[in-house]
């Protein structure tokens, strides 16, 4: 039987805590008609992260031999995903699961992207995160405004679902593998003419992060030179053309 909705979790040394957002997705999402399938990338950790995801009940868990990034591990996971909506979240649970039902409720009014917003005039943030932290985040998204996208708010909110189709089309033909993905989707959701919706959320940021903010900030922008390369030069393309000769879509 199809699952109703697919939820894929990346994690990078999450052996302290995966167990407990396995256990938290379970018991918000309990009431689900349809089923649930939980899928854990283990991005290359260098802990029992794989091991202790496995113990707590994942339904998929697929172990990237290094740590590619976050959208690689995203990727891995919509890759064997068999949900006809699917979702991804951090493994921080920075967005309580239960707003996973809205992005659910979206998809199957018609929308082939929901993006959660933190910048919607409706969210709520419960904890603030830390200072560098959030001014880094304001000044990517102003970049990836002037250099690839214009009109949304927040690129890089970490709850985003997606009807399966969209899903299979928007990860096939994306490329970059760190933190810049999110921004990539929505260039890529824009050029194939998906459908994007952005919902309020709920913010309880966590105590910790896998971003370096220098090193980090520098390959973000430097993925947004290649997003817009990409499009320019027909790489994009011929992944689509491969898609479609392969049968994917």
Known sequence: MT???????PA??????????????RRALRDLDGGLELVVVDDGSTDATADEAEHAG????????????????VRAGVAVASGRTVAYTDADLSYPPEQLLV??????????FVAGSRKHL???????????????????????????????????????????????????????????FDVELFRLAEWLDIPIVEVAVTVANASSSTVNVGRDSWRMVADLLRIRRWLADGTYAARLAALRDSGAQ
């Open 12 to 25: 990078l040394n999450e052996a302290e805590r995966i167990g407990g957002t396995i256990t938290a997705l």
């Open 58 to 73: 994942a339904d998929q868990l697929v172990r990237l031999p290094a740590n590619r990034g976050k959208g690689a591990a």
């Open 122 to 180: 409706d969210t709520v943030t419960l904890i603030q995160g830390r200072r560098l932290r959030e001014v880094s985040g304001r000044v990517f998204n102003l970049l990836s405004r002037l250099v690839v996208l214009g009109r949304y708010r927040d690129t890089q909110c970490g709850l985003k679902a997606f009807d399966a189709g969209a899903a299979r089309l928007l990860f096939g033909c994306g490329r970059v593998e760190g933190f810049a």
């Open 3 to 9: 699952p109703r909705l697919t939820v894929v979790v």
């Open 103 to 112: 992005l659910l409720e979206e998809v199957e009014r018609g929308a082939g």
